[in-house]
């Protein structure tokens, strides 16, 4: 089985996932625990990641290198989700985005600012897991 | 006709009145579940995280900061589901307990101390100790929600002064900021639970509104008061605990905030963070939170006085 189609996961003694290198994850999340820890997760699974702790950060990591997915927290100091989606827009950045929120709006967020998907808080790891596998593979595919 | 009509509008009145509880109600429940969610976030995610290295490599140490991550996530779960609790028991005016000689000084640099980041400084100005006779456990909590609520509302960053001082019987504590501030119609509203401001956009701040309805229950407790300023806000009453107004415990005034650093009382004692006097200033802008808790003399009178009133007497009326 092709790793495009059939990924495996660092550390499983399994074929390198091309799809995992095609780029980084930007993590947009103003709560550092999270931040943290669901960059731990990434990073376990062999994916590479940035990190912004709000909206304006997470512009000037974009700046620097487009990533392949932004996991985008929307509630947010300094410049939050909407703004900053809103932002990329304007400037013409196509990014796919999957939305992290713990309101129950969170759909509703995730098609206002035209992204891919939203995982709800608290999640559990291989829902994220997936979600993100999701995004990337079809990028990959695509 | 007359009668039927003032029927009507009384009636109109009363839905308009439940409509509201149950708004704030909704609003309170979303903002508590997202609250409890977030920490719940971190310890769903970072077990499972830990369990997975665990199973692939059962031999690897164990992983000291995942597992300390998971025990403050763990508290800070904790935290929130007693600031509930301490909701209810401030509803029934039975937040302060035991009662024991307390430095506000103290407290104050202990809390700064902890919100001091890169983003935020935070100074305390005071000539010497500022002492009463307080549940301390109350009082650290009053300090922390005070000086946490001027860090939260002052997203740009920036100074938060924290000042305490004696005056005539009165034990004084102002905690001044530079943030969002805080909009006319909402000051009569600040210190009533699940109240969230006006100009305080969910979107970027969370919150369940409870934090300062348990300051206000914490300083009335102790037969203090609390009130507020904003700086758009012009009211001269606001220099003595006992010119502040009576009905809700907030006023306006304009508070120049060019006094971040002045002396008071004849001393500065900048604790924390450098010189207070080069804290900068911000007229047009900000926040300022003052308490007056009786000094210990005082306080040993009413804390017998209060036992009489529990239920939602305040001892401290103006």
Redo the contacts between chains.
């Keep these: 089985v092709s790793p495009r189609t059939q990924p495996q996961t660092k ?2 003694g399994g074929e390198k996932d091309l799809w995992k290198l095609e780029g980084s994850i930007l993590i947009v999340e103003d ?1 550092p ?2 931040l ?3 960059a ?2 990434l990073e ?1 699974e062999g994916y590479r990641v940035e990190r912004a702790t709000n909206g304006a950060e997470g512009l000037v990591a974009i700046e620097r290198s487009v990533p392949a997915l932004v996991l985008l927290d ?5 410049l ?3 703004d900053f989606a809103r932002i990329l827009k304007d400037r013409g950045v196509r990014v796919p985005i999957l939305v992290m929120t ?3 709006d969170a759909q509703r967020w995730a098609d206002e600012i035209g992204a891919e998907g939203y995982i709800s ?5 291989p829902d ?1 897991l997936s979600a993100v596998e999701e995004v990337l593979r079809s990028r990959w595919d695509g | 006709v007359i009668l039927e009509s003032r029927a009507l509008i009384d009636e109109a009145a009363q839905v308009q009145a439940r409509e509201q509880v149950t708004r704030l109600k909704e609003d309170f429940l979303s903002a508590a579940a997202h609250d409890l969610k977030t920490p719940l976030t971190t310890l769903v995610a970072q077990t499972e995280l830990l369990e997975r290295r665990a199973l692939r490599d059962p031999g690897a140490p164990a992983d000291l900061a995942g597992l300390q991550k998971i025990k403050k996530e763990a508290h800070r779960l904790s935290r929130l589901v007693l600031e509930l609790l301490d909701a209810a028991r401030a509803e029934q005016g039975k937040l302060v307990g035991e009662r024991e000689e307390v430095d506000l000084v103290a407290f104050a640099r202990d809390v700064c101390a902890r919100h001091q980041s890169e983003r935020h400084r935070c100074l305390v100005e005071a000539a010497g100790p500022v002492i009463g006779l307080y549940d301390p456990n109350r009082i650290g909590q009053l300090v922390e929600n005070l000086v946490e609520n001027a860090v939260k509302y002052s997203p740009e960053g920036g100074t938060v002064l924290v000042k305490a001082w004696r005056e005539d019987d009165w034990n004084r504590l102002s905690v001044i900021d530079c943030g969002i501030g805080i909009p006319k119609e909402d000051l009569p509203y600040v210190f009533e639970r699940f109240h969230r401001g006006t100009n305080v956009d969910d979107r970027r701040f969370a919150g369940m509104g409870l934090g300062l309805y348990i300051c206000r229950g914490i300083a009335e407790q102790h037969g203090g008061r609390i009130w507020v300023e904003s700086a758009a806000e012009p009211s001269p009453r606001s220099r003595h605990p006992g010119l502040g107004p009576a009905g809700d415990g907030t006023t306006g005034s304009s508070r120049n905030l060019g006094s971040i650093g002045s002396k008071n009382d004849g001393g500065t004692d900048n604790g924390i963070g450098g010189d207070a006097s080069n804290a900068g200033a911000c007229i047009e802008r900000g926040s300022t939170f003052h308490v007056a808790l009786p000094i210990a003399a005082r306080v040993a009178e009413d804390a017998t006085a209060d036992e009489g009133q529990r239920g939602g007497e305040r001892p401290l009326e103006a």
């Design positions: 550390g499983s709560d625990s999270i943290s820890t669901v731990d997760i376990f929307m509630r947010m100091p300094v939050d989700g909407w713990a309101a129950r808080k608290p999640f559990h790891l994220l």
